[in-house]
């Protein structure tokens, strides 16, 4: 997406009239213990699983539970709806659930709902874009009242994740009973910290604290902010005026630039967010896309000393520090399963020229680097990079529908565009999303494969991480694909409101992380 360039005299008015109105209208909010929200793209229900994005991410987390949730501050798996959990076997796991939970109308939570949702979303009969997350699940048994066993159709090292992440339990009595499932993410019953009040396509959301959140824990803390109310509002300048008058008082991933010029008003508060998403570089080295000189080690090699990453970083966070950093590989450290011990290349132009005039390209070559819209600003800084090493970078922002197109033919020379580390607390998705054999895949190195089927199966903790390593390693060795920079979330918000901690999927906080001061 590219985000437009406010004109300083423009801003300079607006800022003014923020002076005006600022305080006011974020009391008045405070006032009646509500935080309006602006979401860019209209959402209709709350459904996780009939219509997964990062918005809705955000609503099914404020009314639903899973059985276990990942403390992404800690690091750790923490119980939820499940207060404890084991493998019984490597293939089983079972679950204890809570005896004290209730559905938001008033029914009690118990292993009938558990055993309900994960038979629906394994009944081949449903049809669920992200169908494959659950695929795993092989039979789901009740073994009492409180306790559910699952067994899976193959050992797995990641398996416990799968019911902290993606995974929100519905109640068997009221979604059940349903012959349109649809109706259910209009007016659904969770377990969560905010019910349902209201949901409409134009007018938005509106939710209020469930007094009876009392599980939630260190892990999923209830917030303090007694009514949520989420409106569509489908452009920035739309976003900035209601803000103005109070509709709204926290806003998502708004420019940098006219967030830091607003949020000179010291009624308002610019707070950088930062899920695990992040930019890399990858290059065609199996030569799919008929580029020759890509299949050099040495030309890739070029490329990547090129890219100076201090300076892509700066371009969305105007260089401020960012709470978990920066990747220095494909995955990060803290991810389940990561491992890496190749440093990153140093930026180094004139090296890369050398490397350049080595390999036979001191002229240097035309490239194309595609990307997503979204990303396209930092594929730019990065054409630049490489235009100054005499590669003539050209960049194309891609819609989701043409990349896959694109994609499938083999046809990138270069992707410099987004990626969210699989938004979970496993490294298992960021392995099948670089070296997976499939038309994806821009490298066609079998011994990434053989690492790659070690990396997802072996349950050996040790084992598996050397797996890892060594990929992430090669793949930094032998320049197939590098981090360039993280992807931060822009906040504006009034400042009577904290906005503390950072979620690992694609919305950057969950409904926890919002509390007034």
């Given at each position: 997406?590219m985000?437009?360039n406010?004109?300083?005299?423009?801003?300079?008015?607006?800022?003014?009239?923020?002076?005006?109105?600022?305080?006011?209208?974020?009391h008045?909010?405070?006032?009646?213990?509500?935080?309006?929200?602006?979401?860019?793209?209209?959402?209709?229900?709350?459904?996780?699983?009939?219509?997964?994005?990062?918005?809705?991410?955000?609503?099914?987390?404020?009314?639903?539970?899973?059985?276990?949730?990942?403390?992404?501050?800690?690091?750790?798996y923490?119980?939820l709806?499940?207060?404890?959990?084991?493998?019984?076997?490597?293939?089983?796991?079972?679950?204890?659930?809570?005896?004290?939970?209730?559905?938001h109308?008033?029914?009690?939570f118990?292993?009938?709902?558990?055993?309900?949702?994960?038979?629906?979303?394994?009944?081949?009969?449903?049809?669920?874009?992200?169908?494959?997350n659950?695929?795993?699940?092989?039979?789901?048994?009740?073994?009492?009242p409180?306790?559910?066993?699952?067994?899976?159709?193959?050992?797995?090292?990641?398996?416990?994740?799968?019911?902290?992440?993606?995974t929100v339990?519905?109640?068997?009595?009221?979604?059940?009973?349903?012959?349109?499932?649809?109706?259910?993410?209009?007016?659904?019953?969770?377990?969560?910290?905010y019910?349902?009040?209201?949901?409409?396509?134009n007018?938005?959301?509106?939710l209020?604290?469930?007094?009876?959140?009392?599980?939630?824990?260190?892990a999923k803390?209830?917030?303090n902010?007694?009514k949520?109310?989420?409106?569509?509002?489908p452009d920035?300048?739309?976003?900035?005026?209601?803000?103005?008058?109070?509709a709204v008082?926290?806003?998502?991933?708004?420019?940098?630039?006219?967030?830091?010029?607003?949020?000179?008003?010291?009624?308002?508060?610019?707070?950088?967010?930062?899920s695990?998403?992040?930019?890399?570089?990858?290059?065609?080295?199996?030569?799919r896309?008929?580029?020759?000189?890509?299949?050099?080690?040495?030309v890739?090699?070029?490329?990547?000393?090129?890219?100076?990453?201090?300076?892509?970083y700066?371009?969305?966070?105007?260089?401020?520090?960012?709470?978990?950093?920066?990747p220095?590989?494909?995955?990060?450290?803290?991810?389940v399963g990561?491992?890496?011990?190749?440093?990153?290349?140093?930026?180094?132009?004139?090296?890369a020229?050398?490397?350049?005039a080595?390999?036979?390209y001191?002229?240097?070559?035309d490239?194309?680097?595609?990307t997503?819209?979204?990303?396209?600003d930092?594929?730019?800084?990065?054409?630049?990079?490489?235009?100054?090493?005499?590669?003539?970078?050209?960049v194309?922002?891609?819609?989701?529908?043409?990349?896959?197109?694109?994609?499938?033919?083999?046809?990138?020379?270069s992707?410099?565009?987004?990626?969210?580390?699989?938004?979970?607390t496993?490294?298992?998705?960021?392995?099948?999303?670089?070296?997976?054999?499939?038309?994806?895949?821009?490298?066609?190195?079998?011994?990434?494969?053989?690492?790659?089927?070690?990396?997802?199966?072996?349950?050996?903790?040790?084992k598996?991480?050397?797996?890892?390593?060594?990929?992430?390693d090669?793949?930094?060795?032998?320049?197939?694909?590098?981090?360039?920079?993280?992807?931060?979330?822009?906040?504006l918000?009034?400042?009577?409101?904290?906005?503390?901690?950072?979620?690992?999927?694609?919305?950057?906080?969950?409904?926890?992380?919002i509390?007034?001061?």
């Open positions: 997406m985000f437009p406010f004109k300083s005299v423009a801003m300079s008015i607006l800022t003014a009239a923020i002076l005006v109105t600022g305080v006011s209208a974020s008045a909010q405070k006032t009646k213990d509500t935080v309006g929200m602006a979401f860019l793209e209209a959402t209709q229900s709350v459904d996780p699983y009939l219509d997964p994005k990062p918005e809705n991410e955000f609503m099914s987390t404020a009314v639903f539970d899973n059985l276990i949730q990942y403390d992404e501050k800690n690091y750790r923490a119980p709806l499940a207060k404890t959990w084991k493998l019984v076997d490597p293939k089983a796991i079972e679950f204890d659930l809570r005896d004290d939970v209730k559905w109308d008033g029914q009690a118990d292993a009938d709902d558990a055993v309900y949702t994960l038979n629906y979303l394994i009944d081949p009969a449903v049809k669920l874009r992200f169908k494959s659950w695929a795993f699940m092989d039979k789901v048994e009740k073994l009492g409180l306790k559910i066993r699952v067994t899976t159709k193959e050992a797995i090292p990641n398996v416990i994740e799968n019911f902290a992440y993606t339990m519905f109640p068997e009595h009221a979604h059940g009973a349903l012959d349109d499932k649809n109706v259910f993410g209009t007016k659904p019953s969770g377990t969560g910290m019910k349902l009040l209201q949901v409409d396509r007018s938005g959301f509106a209020q604290k469930n007094p009876d959140y009392k599980h939630g824990g260190d803390p209830a917030s902010i007694g949520l109310n989420v409106l569509p509002i920035f300048g739309t976003q900035t005026a209601q803000f103005m008058v109070g008082n926290l806003l998502r991933n708004m420019p940098l630039e006219q967030a830091e010029e607003l949020a000179k008003n010291p009624a308002y508060t610019l707070t950088l967010a930062q695990l998403s992040y930019v890399y570089m990858s290059i065609d080295a199996a030569g896309s008929g580029l020759k000189p890509l299949q050099d080690i040495r890739r090699k070029a490329l990547m000393m090129a890219v100076n990453r201090d300076e892509v700066k371009i969305r966070t105007g260089n401020r520090p960012l709470p978990r950093g920066v220095d590989a494909l995955c990060w450290k803290f991810q990561c491992g890496y011990t190749a440093a990153l290349p140093i930026y180094d132009p004139e090296g020229k050398k490397l350049m080595e390999a036979g001191a002229n240097g070559f490239i194309v680097l595609s997503f819209n979204s990303t396209k930092m594929a730019e800084v990065v054409s630049g990079h490489l235009r100054k090493i005499g590669v003539r970078a050209s194309e922002g891609l819609t989701f529908a043409a990349y896959r197109t694109k994609q499938a033919d083999g046809k990138f020379n992707l410099v565009s987004g990626w969210s580390a699989g938004g979970q496993d490294v298992s998705n960021t392995l099948d999303f670089f070296f997976e054999p499939s038309a994806k895949d821009m490298f066609q190195d079998t011994e990434l494969h053989k690492l790659r089927e070690i990396g997802l199966s072996e349950i050996d903790e040790v598996r991480k050397a797996a890892v390593t060594k990929i992430m090669l793949a930094t060795e032998r320049a197939y694909a590098i981090p360039v920079a993280p992807i931060p979330l822009v906040f918000h009034s400042s009577d409101i904290a906005i503390s901690g950072n979620s690992f999927g694609a919305f950057g906080i969950m409904p926890s992380h509390n007034w001061k």
